[in-house]
C-alpha cells in the first residue's frame, strides 16, 4: 500500500507513577516504530512549572506531590525505547 508519508513526531509524557516504565516505554516505542514518516520519537519528562497556576486560580495542589524524573531514569528509558528499532529518541 502506498501512504502519503507525512512527517510524524511522536511524543509521550514521563510522568513518574504514570508512565514511567521500561515495559510501559518499550511497548509504545515497539507499536510505533513501523509508523510511515516517523521523524523521531521523543521522551518528555514530566515538570512541575505550572503548579502555582493551580493553587492561583484555587486548584488543589496535586501536582506538588509528583517528583521529576531524573537524567538517569530518563536516559534508560530512551535506550530501552531505542531496544525496539527506532531511529531516533529523543529526551526533550
Do not use: C, W
Amino acid at each position: 500500500m502506498n501512504e502519503i508519508q507525512i512527517p510524524l513526531i511522536i511524543r509521550t509524557p514521563v510522568i513518574p507513577g504514570f508512565k514511567d516504565s521500561e515495559e510501559a516505554i518499550a511497548g509504545i516505542a515497539a507499536f510505533i516504530k513501523g509508523f510511515p514518516g516517523l521523524q523521531y520519537y521523543e521522551l518528555l519528562p514530566y515538570h512541575n512549572f505550572g503548579s502555582s497556576k493551580f493553587v492561583g486560580l484555587g486548584f488543589e495542589n496535586a501536582h506538588g506531590q509528583i517528583a521529576e524524573p531524573s537524567s538517569e531514569s530518563m536516559l534508560k528509558l530512551a535506550q530501552t525505547a531505542g531496544k525496539q528499532g527506532l531511529n531516533e529518541v529523543r529526551i526533550a
